[in-house]
């Protein structure tokens, strides 16, 4: 199915990019960092366990075993530092 | 809604405001919104923050505020409703600024209008202690040694966990 993952503030630095729509075959939130971590170099050391960061989709932040719809808007970001 | 449109003793919950800006507030103006057409409203708490010149013992000369469009006025808007349903509450505004500011600018607003001061009071703070965790900001700060993204801190979660559920 079709995603779009955006990236916002240290991860969207070190990521390179703000935004991309990619095709994910697996279920939960975990699968798709597992994807992402796949990507290896900057990826899989931001997303590495027990590095602190932050998912939601289609705008509400979820725990990593919940599941993704087709078509959802998923973002990645750090903890947030707002206030 | 012209003044004197409701009725003394009314209880009508007011616009509940939130909003995301670039622009600085005016504290007196939005608490005048809450209050001026109406008379049923015995207390509003208010709290706003601040950008430090300093933090994590560095020098602060300016910071940039990045949110998620779109969710993060989501997420300001399910943090007002818990305390609506937790609390009796008149009205409740938020503003949270994005973009650069410096020292001394305003960064975020709470307000809260009650009865009485004591649900004012616990909303007001409540709302900061969720924002501070579940909105969706990060702050970017200039020091003499170059950017930082700031990190979040421990005691911010500690201060949000304080108003779950025991």
Known sequence: MSLRV?????????????????????????????????????????????????????????????????????????????? | MNAGSIKPGSTKPGAMKVVVQSEAFDLGAEVAAISHTRTDIGAIASFVGLARDHNDGSGVQAMTLEHYPGMTEKAL????????????????????????????DPIVLVAVASSHRGEAFAACEFIMDALKTRAPFWKKEETPAGERWVDARASDNTAAARWDAP
């Open chain 1, 6 to 83: 955006l990236y916002f503030a240290r991860l969207r630095e070190r990521f390179g990019i703000a935004d991309e729509t990619l095709d994910f075959n697996g279920v939960t939130a975990a699968d798709l960092i597992a994807q992402l971590q796949a990507r290896d170099g900057v990826w899989a050391e931001e997303l590495a366990a027990g590095r602190a960061f932050r998912v939601a989709v289609n705008q509400d932040i979820v725990a990593l075993d919940a599941a993704i719809p087709d078509q959802a808007e998923v973002a990645i970001f750090p903890p947030v530092t707002g206030g």
């Open chain 2, 77 to 104: 808007a399910a943090l007002v409703d818990e305390a609506c349903a937790r609390w009796t509450l008149l009205d409740v505004t938020v503003i949270h600024r994005v973009g650069r500011l410096l020292p001394g």
